[in-house]
C-alpha cells in the first residue's frame, strides 16, 4: 500500500543562515514560531532576530545548542531552545549553519500509546521509536548519550534535524522506506554524532513498529557501536589493498608513488614519499642516520589536485634538520606521531617558514613519519599527515602505516636493487657493443639497439660490423639467451670471439661451427654440480664482396634477414636456420646470394618482431616489409621508422638489435688481376705492369711501396706456393690492396732471421710498409693480402 511522504515541514522552526549569517532558507514552521515571513527575513542578517540586538559570538564547534530570546512579529521576546548544526561548505558555496527547534510533538506519550510500549527505556542499547511523520517520540539514556541531548530537548524532531549531517539525511531515508514497506532495514554508516568527539562506525537496526491491527505506526531505531569491527575490516582490506597494488612493477618512483596512492585518502590526507639520496652514499643507503638528513622526494598524494599541501614536488632534493619529523624518525628508527596542537613541531616549523604556512593554510594537525626500512638498510620516510579529517593518529593508525610502509619498503628495495643491476648490466652492454660502425667501400650501415623494457631486464642482443680483407665486409647479429649482468657479459665473450674467428677469414659455416664450440665450453664452465649451464645463444653471419657482388650467409637459429632489392618487394632470405649455438649435433650451411648495388639487407634479432599480445607472424613480418620503405631512403630514418612500427608505445618486451646495410659495387676499373707464371725471373715484367697500372689508376704516389710488396708476395708464393698463381689489386679511395693466390693451403707466417740467413726477412718487409697484412684460406687454396693506405701515401 503507497502512503504520503510523512514529512510536516510546519511541525518544526528551521533555518539555514550562511557563512557570512545571512538567512537564506526560512520554512512555514518558522514562520509559525515568529510570525516573520519567508520575505521579509531572507537575504537579511539573522542577528537582527534577537532580542536585545547586539552581535552574537560564533559556534566554534560542530553543534551548538542553547535557549536564546527571538523578536516576534508582534514585537514579543519569544524564548526558544535552538539546535544548531554547522554546515560544510557543498558544490562551490560556504559552509554554514542548520538551525532547528521542534514545534509539535513535545508532550510526553500517554501511558495507552503503542510507541511508548515499544519504548525500552532500560535497555543498555541505544533505542529511539520515530512516529508516521519520522519525528522522534521517544528515545532512552543510552541513544540520548549518543545524540548528546535528552529526550526532552529533541522531541518532535526528525533524525536529519538531530543529527545535521549527509549521514543522517540517509538514515532518514532507510526509515522512510520501513515505514512504506513494513520490513525492517539494517544501514551501516561512519559519522560523529553530537554526543562523541570523533567519529565511531555504526549499525542501524530499523524494524516497523505495529499496532494491535497490524498498521505500521512508527519506525524503532536501535544503534550499534561496531567501530572496533570496522576499523579493524578496514586496516584489513587497506593492508589486502596494499599487498595487490605496491610494488605492480620494478620502478622504485611507481612503487614510491603507489604506497602514497594507497594511503590517501583512507589513512590520510597527505602523503609524502623521500628517500635517501643514493649518490651522496655511493649508490648505497647508508648504515647509520644522522642530522641533518638529505632526501629526494619520490612521490606524494593529497585528497586535493595538485597536491597544494607539498613544498617540494618530486625530484627535487631537501636537507631535513634534527626537529623534523623527517629527520627524528630516521635517527630514533621508528615511527614518531606529532601533533602541531601540542607544539611537537614547533622548533621545525619556526625555521621552516613555507612549511608552517602550509601548516596553518591547511589546517595540518598531526602527522606520522615513519621510516622505509628493508633487508636492514634504511631507505627513506613517508610521511602521513592530517588536516580534513579531524582525528589525530592512533595507536592502531600507526601499526597499520609500519605494516604498509614495510611492504612498500620491501617492493621499493627490490626495484632499487634490480634498478641498480640494470644500469650496470646497461652500461656493459653499451660498452661491449660497437659505439660507431667502420665506413666502409662495401656498404653504408645504420643501426640501432634498444634495451628490454624494466620487467623484462637487459639482454644479450649485439650486432657488428667487421672490415676484411679485399674490401669484403662482414655482418653479424646475435641474441644471447636470458638477462641481466651475465647475459650481457656472455656476450661480449661472444663478439670478442666472432671478431677473432672474423680476422682469420673463416666462412660463415665454418665460423658458426668454431663459434658453437665456444658456447658449449662456456655452458660447461658455467654448470653447477657437474651439470651444464644454460648458456644460449643465436647468431646471423653474413659476409659481402664487393667485387664479386655476392653475398654469403650463414645463421644458427636466428630469425633470417630480410632483403629490399632495387624496385623489388622486401622478402627474407631463403637460408637454411640451423641450430642455436650451444645445442650441437647438426652442421651449419652457408648460402650465397648476388646483391645488386643499393639494395639494403635487415639483420634483426627476433625482439623485433616478438609479440606480447601473441599477433600472427604473417601480420608481424608484413609490418616490417612496410616499414623497410624504399631503397632510396635513408637507413637512419628507416631504421626509426620500424622501430616505431613494430614495437609497442611502453618498450619492446625483449631486446632489440636492428642492422641495416646498402650495398655498393665495386666498378672492374678499380680492379687489375694478372695470371703469374712459375718463373722467378717474370717477376720484374710484373713489378713493371703494377706500376704501369697504378699510373693509369693515377696512385703513382703507391708506386714504390706497392712494387717492393708485390715482388715480395709474387716472389714467395713462385718459390713456396703452387700454381696457378694470381695476383689482383684493387682500390678505392682510402686503400690499396695488394693480393696474391696459390693453390698451396700452407700459410706463411712472421719470423726473426738470424744475422747469416739469406732468407726470412720479406714478410717483416711486408708487414712494415703496409697497414695491414694477412692470409685467408679459399677451397683452392690461399690468399696472402697487403693493404696500403693511400692517404699516408699522398702525405
Known sequence: MSRVYPFDEAATARAVIDGDGTLVEWNEGARRLLGHPAEAVLGRPAARLLAGGGTPAVPTGARWQGTVGLRHLDGRTVPVWLLAHRRPPRDGHGGGWLVVTPLTGREPPAADDPLAEAGLVQSPCALAVYDEKLRLRRMNDAMAEVVGLSEERVRGLRVAEIGGRPQSEELEQAMLQVLISGTAQDVQT????????????????????????????????????????????????????????????????????????????????????????PHEHGGEPPAGITAPVLLRRIAHRSVHPQVPEAVIGPGQAEEYPAGSPQADSLTAGHAIVASVAEGDMDAWLTWHTARARRVREFGMHSSMSVPIRARGLTLGVAVFTRHQRPEAFTADDVLLAEEITARA??????????????????????????????????????????????????????????????????????????HGVEASATMGRLRTAVRTLADIDLAPDELLTHLNDLVVRL??????????????????????????????????????????????????????????????GLPFESTEVELPEGAVLALYTDGLVWSRQREDPDTIRARLYAALGACADPLDATCDRVLRTLLPPGGAADDVALLL??????????????????????????????????????????????????????????????????????????????????TNHTAPHLRRAKTFDEGGRGLLLVAQLTQRWGSRHTPEGKTIWAELSLLEADQ
Request: proline share 7%.
Open 661 to 742: 646495410a646498402r650495398t655498393r659495387g665495386l666498378p672492374a676499373s678499380q680492379v687489375a688481376t694478372w695470371n703469374i707464371p712459375a718463373d722467378p725471373a717474370l717477376v720484374a715484367p710484373i713489378r713493371k705492369q703494377v706500376v704501369e697500372q697504378l699510373d693509369t689508376w693515377r696512385l703513382s704516389e703507391a708506386s714504390f711501396t706497392a712494387e717492393l710488396v708485390v715482388s715480395e708476395l709474387v716472389t714467395n708464393a713462385i718459390r713456396y706456393g703452387a700454381h696457378p698463381i694470381r695476383l689482383r689489386l684493387i682500390h678505392d679511395a682510402a686503400t690499396l690492396i695488394c693480393e696474391v693466390s696459390d
Open 523 to 584: 655452458s660447461e664452465e658455467s654448470g653447477v654440480d657437474g651439470g651444464p649451464g644454460e648458456v644460449g645463444a643465436t647468431c646471423l653471419y653474413a659476409v659481402y664482396d664487393p667485387v664479386s657482388r655476392c653475398c654469403t650467409l650463414a645463421r644458427a637459429g636466428h630469425p633470417p634477414p630480410v632483403l629490399l632489392q632495387p624496385g623489388g618487394a622486401p622478402r627474407a632470405v631463403d637460408l637454411p636456420a640451423g641450430p642455436p649455438l650451444g645445442l650441437g
Open 409 to 482: 619498503a620491501v617492493c621499493i628495495d627490490n626495484a632499487r636493487r634490480y634498478s641498480r643491476e640494470r644500469e650496470t648490466a646497461l652500461a656493459l652492454q653499451r660498452s661491449l657493443l660497437p659505439r660507431t660502425l667502420p665506413r666502409t667501400a662495401a656498404l653504408e650501415v645504420a643501426s640501432r639497439y634498444l634495451p628490454a623494457a624494466r620487467a623484462a631486464g637487459v639482454g644479450g642482443d649485439w650486432f657488428d660490423v667487421i672490415p676484411l680483407s679485399g674490401m669484403r665486409v662482414a655482418m653479424v647479429v646475435g641474441d644471447v639467451v636470458g
Open 190 to 277: 561512519f559519522t560523529r554524532t553530537g554526543g562523541e568527539d570523533r567519529a565511531h562506525a555504526w549499525l542501524a537496526r530499523m524494524a516497523p513498529v505495529n499496532d494491535r491491527e497490524g498498521r505500521v505506526r512508527g519506525v524503532c531505531l536501535a544503534a550499534h557501536d561496531i567501530t572496533d569491527n570496522y576499523r579493524a575490516r578496514q586496516r584489513l582490506q587497506l593492508v589486502n589493498e596494499a599487498s595487490v597494488r605496491i610494488g605492480s612493477t620494478l620502478d622504485v618512483t611507481r612503487t614510491a608513488q603507489e604506497l602514497a596512492d594507497v594511503c590517501v585518502p583512507a589513512l590520510a590526507d597527505f602523503v609524502t614519499v623521500d628517500l635517501l639520496d
